[in-house]
């Protein structure tokens, strides 16, 4: 149990506030090497767990954002038409042979290396983020999966260039498509929740150090029933995180004093019009009560 | 499986306290497999090395080990624990027994009764979780017992198992859809090419030396769909496994929007999308609270196209209406608000369970009306009428 603990205290040294649990994962998932799908809502800070193991690991970190038509020219590789042809140029008044003119324009020179190329390249292992991947298509999907069980990338021209170190990859989704099974059999698993009571307070603390403890404490607490209501979009860290420095701005000192004033930061908290119509000022009223 | 259990055996560096550690895991693996966790020989193998790893007395940090490689989604991540406790902490190992047959906990359940109406019963029916993507008896049971009934009519399906497997069935099969028609446009795109005109054009800048090239590429295109789904008594056998589907198209294919009426119209894109199947029944429920009789799809289309329409509908739209056809309420409007629809989206198709029965002839008022401005009027009885939909979303 000790390096649990002594990992999480490096994760928070590195600025993110875990729980035992994802320090074991992610101490597991260090050890095996097995890519590490996380998933949860919106703004659960998903994406932050690589940043911060990258700065655990002392490595640096490779982010792939997807998206809907992404394709392997823009994630693995491309050839720099530019200079190729610019090099046939110069080169036509050399007396090269063909062939070795085209060696020389199809070499590593003129390669233009994109995220997953790069994470296999590098001397030590990286971390690898692919973010969103639920958002790519299942052909881009499905290539993924044959790059992170091979670890090996063909180029035509180059031929196979194999890893020379294996990255930490971690890969998020938000759940916007079902992701196929051959990809989850792959990874290993976590699945990041809201956060608790205890750990929101630390990372308020840890972000935005100045503030009251009064004021933390009734911030955490009301966010807490926020979320309990039906909303659209729930809000997460982030929001918490904004909503709490507007407060400080404003000079809020406790959320009870001024009713007017805090209807007016919940902007930070609440981002469609459902939502703005379904927390009217009776609603703020009595989770402002709940909290203090 | 079996001979690679041995192998661990004897690689292992033996004494006794390791062979039953590898006895125990390999249990633990075939338990969690049992209850449909997507697991197999190399996650038994990794099993055994997290539980090197951790010393079996540390049960918390192998527990969580244990849960990370294991589950695959929120579904398995929720019922780890049980699985867990009930494995692990349990002095006497028979316990097991009782987890494991899911079958038993089914034949618990009473059958669905039949005439029974709308989603508001749907919704009481106590339920065991998502029969979802577990499957009972795991991958070899469930073949059989899917070809027996793909083509049976939806009304035919008589105990409650049945009727979640078909729900399984029917969501599954709208996901694989999208999947479907992408291949079947990529096939159609024939890889990329070289623009050839745009390249030599902007190649002038440069001398003539073609240094930017222009790729033509076709642009991925999957329609948008619009799903007006009856819930009416008359609808009643259907409705329910007509909002699974619905729940599956909307993972499916982005910017798709749901809704349900009776007497009146009501979004449910946000409820479908909730992760939790339960939670969507309850919502759907409270929804359809206190709604009168009859059967209102002028109004309801009429609301439709006052407050919706202009938003969603555009030219990639393809609006399916489902439903019987019986209206309480005047055909001439259902006539003009489907003429307005049709002038906004690209298509639209109507599905009517009754079609697939063999003396079925659309003559209620409502469907009369509504043929001259349908696209596509095709069954939706049976899981193979519904796969039938794909070839007419393909051609947008």
Redesign the interface.
Known sequence: ?TD?VAFQERLEAAGYIAE??LA??LL??A??K?P??V?GDAGVGKTEIAKALSNVFDCPLIRLQCY??LDANSAVYEWN??HQ??AI?IQETEGRTAEDKERHIFSERYLLKRPLLQAITMPESPVLLVDEIDRA???FEAYLLEVLSDFQISIPELGTIKARSIPYVVLTSN????LS?AL??R?????VDYPSLDKELRIINRYLPQIGQELAGQVVQFMHSLRELDL?KRPGISETLDWVAALMRLNVKQLDRDAALIAQTLVCLLKTKEDRDAVTREVVQRLVANAV | MNTLRAKNFAESPGGAGEELLVARIAGFVRLVHEHGF???V??EI?AL??AR?CTVL?Q??LR??L???L????DE?QRFDQLFDAYWLSADRQTRVEYSPRAKLDQREPPVRPGHSGVVTEADRPQTGDAGDAGTSGARGGASRQEVMTGTDFRFLSDARQMREMERLVERLA?RMR?RL?RRQ?LARQGRRVHLRRTIRNSLRYGG?????IFKRRR?QLPRLILLLDVSRSMSLYSYLFLRFARGLL??F?DSQAFIYHTRLVPVT?VLRE?DIDKVKEKLAVISLGWSGGTRIGESIQRFNEQYARKILGSRSIVVMVSDGYDTGQPELLAEQLERIQRCARKIVWLNPLLGRDDYQPLAGGMQAALPFIDVFASAHSLVSLAALESQLAYL
């Open positions: 149990m649990i035992q649990s074991a994962t597991l998932f050890g095996l097995r590490l799908l998933e809907e038509g038409y530019q042809l610019l140029k298509d299942e052909e759940a916007t498509r079902e099974d989850r059999r990874c290993l698993y976590h699945y659209r | 997507q697991v197999g190399r996650e990794d090395k997290v790893h540390d918390q940090r969580w080990g849960r990370s490689l589950c695959g989604n929120v991540w996901r999947r992408l990529r030396t073609p240094l930017e090239l991925r993972g499916a982005r946000e992760r």
